[in-house]
């Protein structure tokens, strides 16, 4: 700290002396320089004095004498220097405790990473004897599913205790653990839950564990003679659903030959959750479309359609449906399946169920726009008139796949009304486009043309029949849905409307 001068100094150029009482001043005693006022000002600064303005009155309006001003700024000084030792210690404590906290942490995570260490080179110990059941490596098995539950915790939530066990090497021994035989039920659903945890949003992860040969492995235990243990076969199950989330994994998943095992738990006794997932890992694999192949030579499709109705399950299930319709093979499988229009056309009315509309719009939309045949079997099925409601009533994009298939199915209509006409005309030619002759009284021969004005009658009261009864049932039928009151049930005065209606106002 500078050393404080004394704040009497007066004028910084002069001094007025105090012995004498003539007019005269006299110069500074010592050479003034700017390095010098520099320095006078960087020390009143320093000190908190306040330059010539100092010798001010005091509150008392008394003049401050030198040896006041000398003790209260020595006064000053010491006070603000042990305030800057208190700050300076306080400043050393924090520092101190954030090091300590720091070193606590690095030791945590070296302890941590010990622990891991000693988890994974228990898995990796290798059993003297393949066959357990003799009794010399059980001890060695239940160490080895004791490590595997620790790693099933630990992977649980920790993306980071993840990336560290996969760089141990964890994961090549827990699925080593699957090749014991199926008594060791609780080693192996211990390994297949530590892998599935390690899987979880870690894409490194998956891959390896397919690499490693899990897939081959959990499907040599699902094949063996021996009755599948049902929390075994949940965990296998699982597993399988959260490696076929990865695309590079789908193919290899896909031509394994698991796709049966799925199918079939769905259709079996097997728990809800067991259901759901081997559900949600069918249509992670029938994003693949070389896998829907594999999917349509089980039962998928009967099965499929039967279990619609199920609000679980269905929505589900159209997705998958959806993939399907999306290749050939899909939509050729769809539309010969007998009851396949009708249910579809019934879920286009589950006004409860937004989503399974949606759905049953879209496959109907590409079974529409791909094959004329489908297109037949729709009307048949009476999907018009469900399409005009949801039109109406459905959501946004339910509303735009209706209109789609409708403006489909009426380019349709209007090819074969047309076609109807020309070949209604080549064979009735001579019927309706002759003239008869008729001879009046007067010997006149007189001819009368029959043709075009009474077959284009003919057309124009079919189409307006059509028109009416289309209209007239899609209003009961949305008046139902309602559960509006009676009195608002379509009306003689709306069916006299309607009779004024034509085949332009419909979309269809």
Same mark, same amino acid.
């Given at each position: ?167 141990l090497g964890a994961i090549p021994p827990l699925v080593g653990m699957l ?138 299930? *159209?997705?998958? $449906?959806?993939? @399907?319709?999306? !290749?050939?093979?899909?939509? %050729? &499988?769809?539309? =010969? ?49 469900? *399409?005009?409601? $949801?039109?109406? @009533?459905?959501? !946004?994009?339910?509303?735009? %796949? &209706?209109?789609? =298939? ?97 085949s332009k106002s419909l979309p269809f």
């Amino acid at each position: 700290m500078a050393k404080c001068h004394r704040n009497d100094v007066g004028s910084l150029t002069l001094d007025r002396p105090s012995t004498t009482t003539t007019s005269h001043f006299k110069q500074w005693s010592r050479p003034f320089t700017k390095a010098t006022l520099r320095r006078l000002i960087f020390d009143a600064v320093s000190c908190g004095a306040s330059s010539r303005y100092s010798h001010r009155h005091n509150n008392n309006n008394q003049p401050t004498s030198p040896t006041t001003t000398t003790t209260t700024t020595t006064t000053t000084t010491s006070v603000r220097s042990i305030l800057n030792d208190k700050k300076t210690e306080k400043l050393f404590d924090l520092l101190n405790l954030a090091e300590a906290e720091s070193e606590a942490e690095t030791m945590k995570k070296v302890e941590a990473l010990e622990q891991l260490k000693k988890v994974v080179k228990v898995l990796q110990m290798q059993l003297e004897s393949e066959d357990e059941e003799e009794g010399k490596d059980v001890i060695l098995i239940k160490r080895k599913s004791k490590a595997a539950s620790d790693v099933r915790l630990l992977a649980k939530e920790d993306s980071k205790v993840r990336v560290t066990l996969a760089m141990l090497g964890a994961i090549p021994p827990l699925v080593g653990m699957l090749n014991l035989d199926n008594d060791s039920d609780d080693a192996h659903i211990a390994s297949l839950y530590a892998l599935l945890n390690l899987g979880i949003a870690n894409d490194g992860n998956k891959a390896a564990i397919v690499k490693a040969g899990a897939v081959h492995k959990m499907l040599k235990l699902i094949e063996s003679p021996n009755s599948l243990n049902p929390s075994v076969s949940e965990a296998i199950i699982a597993n399988f659903l959260g490696l076929s989330a990865l695309d590079a994994n789908k193919p290899v998943i896909g031509s394994s030959g698991v796709i049966p095992f799925l199918v079939k738990t769905i259709d079996g006794k097997s728990s809800s959750q067991a259901k759901q997932d081997a559900l949600r890992a069918l249509y992670n694999l029938s994003i693949f479309p070389p896998n829907v192949s594999f999917i349509l030579e089980t039962d998928w499709i009967q099965l499929m359609f039967n279990s619609l109705g199920d609000m679980e399950v269905s929505e589900r299930i *159209l997705s998958i $449906l959806s993939n @399907i319709v999306s !290749t050939p093979e899909g939509r %050729r &499988a769809v539309g =010969i399946f007998p009851e396949a229009f009708p249910i579809l056309v019934d879920v286009l009315n589950w006004t409860d169920s937004p989503g399974c509309q949606e759905k049953a719009s879209y496959i109907l939309m590409v079974l529409a726009h791909k094959t004329y045949g489908d297109r037949q079997a729709m009307i048949e099925a009476g999907v018009v008139s469900s *399409l005009l409601e $949801l039109t109406l @009533i459905g959501t !946004t994009l339910a509303q735009k %796949r &209706a209109s789609r =298939i409708l403006e489909c199915l009426r380019v349709d209509k209007g090819k074969q009304v047309s076609e109807n006409f020309s070949l209604s005309a080549a064979v009735s030619a001579p019927i309706y486009g002759s003239c008869s002759s008729m001879t009046n009284p007067d010997g006149v021969v007189m001819k009368e043309c029959l043709g075009d004005e009474d077959m284009m009658s003919a057309e124009k009261k079919a189409v307006k029949q059509l028109v009416q009864q289309s209209l007239q049932n899609n209003m009961k039928r949305i008046v139902k849905r309602a559960n509006l009151p009676q009195d608002f049930a379509p009306s003689e005065h709306f069916k006299t409307l309607t009779a004024s209606s034509t085949s332009k106002s419909l979309p269809f």
